[in-house]
């Protein structure tokens, strides 16, 4: 097994390599540059002076140029400095030590996600076991109802709605930023319960798309698995329906799953643009959203690489996660 995870490791690199350099031509294939915001915006830019501004961000060099330059820089974990007023170091932006451990955008970012997970998880799969395992009763129809209007509800749609409900008919939860403008005078309790209540809206619409479709997936994977010979004679034998489906069948039937879970790893941040810009959470799916608007390259290239790391590591998970749920799959390796 350590052997195959080695290989898998190296494999990694060139197929990072790969990533970048397309993220990297894309980028810059995009109409505009980031000496456009600067130039428009200033009525005494000469054409002199913006070709100055190319030259000093290194923007007149060629594509494949600009991106060894970066390559690099990159092998020294250098991403350089982000294109925008403040010039901070692009790392800087992303992991400020200057702030608290909670306040930092990749932690935030990462919190968000990890605990939306975690419920997604914790609920889906006992809606899909009691789905496959009662199927075509009450329950299953309103379990696939439900299922559908999660699929077709729009997150964003959902979000605005629940933030006029909860936040300005009812004003039970705050709808904006991660703690209130009176966060340093709370107690340690009430501080505790002001981050919560800033997270309960995010955390809801970032699990009930997610949560609709696996708990579908998890009921079809059941079907599938309580159908085959060797569940017939674990009930032949007369096993407990419980000992039967929690011990012998849920292992096979939690494989699909696995895949979706090591795949939706990438979605840390990709996943977090939308929710972020609506909710304005300070972390790196917002910071996405504005370096790109404002054609960011370093910013956009250094959230890109941690995606696309995020991605291939999401793929060896999924890969260790089926080797230690199957072992006829460990014996292969």
């Not at 079907?223 to 004679?233: A, G, H, K, N, P």
């Not at 696309?308 to 799959?329: E, F, H, K, Q």
Request: charge should be positive.
């Amino acid at each position: 097994m350590l052997k195959y995870l080695l290989k898998r490791i190296l494999e990694m690199i060139p197929t990072l390599i790969g990533i970048t350099l397309i993220s990297f031509t894309i980028i810059h294939l995009a109409p505009g540059k980031p000496t456009d915001i600067l130039a428009d915006f200033n009525p005494k830019m000469t054409p002199e002076a913006r070709e100055r501004l190319e030259k000093y961000y290194g923007l007149d060099k060629p594509v494949i140029v600009q991106y060894g330059m970066w390559l690099k820089r990159i092998v020294r974990l250098d991403f350089g400095e982000s294109f925008s007023s403040d010039r901070r170091p692009v790392m800087q932006k992303i992991w400020d030590k200057k702030q608290p451990l909670i306040d930092r955008r990749l932690f935030v970012t990462f919190m968000i996600n990890v605990i939306s997970m975690i419920v997604i998880l914790l609920i889906s799969i006992p809606i899909g076991i009691t789905s496959a395992t009662h199927r075509n009763s009450l329950y299953d129809k309103i379990m696939t109802t439900t299922v559908f209007v999660g699929f077709a509800m729009p997150s964003f749609w959902l979000a605005l709605l629940l933030m006029m409900f909860f936040g300005i008919y009812l004003g039970w939860l705050p709808i904006s930023g991660l703690k209130s403008m009176n966060y340093k005078t709370l107690s340690f309790a009430g501080q505790v319960f002001d981050r919560v209540s800033h997270l309960v809206l995010p955390v809801f619409i970032a699990s009930f798309g997610s949560l609709a479709g696996d708990s579908r997936y998890m009921r079809s994977s059941m079907l599938e698995v309580i159908r085959q010979d060797y569940i017939t004679v674990a009930r032949a034998k007369g096993l407990p329906e419980r000992i039967v489906i929690y011990r012998h069948a849920l292992r096979n039937a939690l494989l699909p799953l696995i895949t979706l879970i090591g795949l939706s790893i990438p979605g840390l941040i990709g996943g977090s643009v939308i929710l972020e810009s609506i909710f304005g959470i300070p972390g790196m799916g917002q910071l996405l959203f504005m370096s790109v608007m404002t054609r960011d390259y370093p910013m956009i290239m250094c959230i890109l690489t941690i995606g696309a790391i995020l991605t291939l590591l999401g793929n060896l998970l999924a890969d260790i996660g089926y080797m230690l749920a199957d072992p006829r799959i460990r014996a292969q390796q």
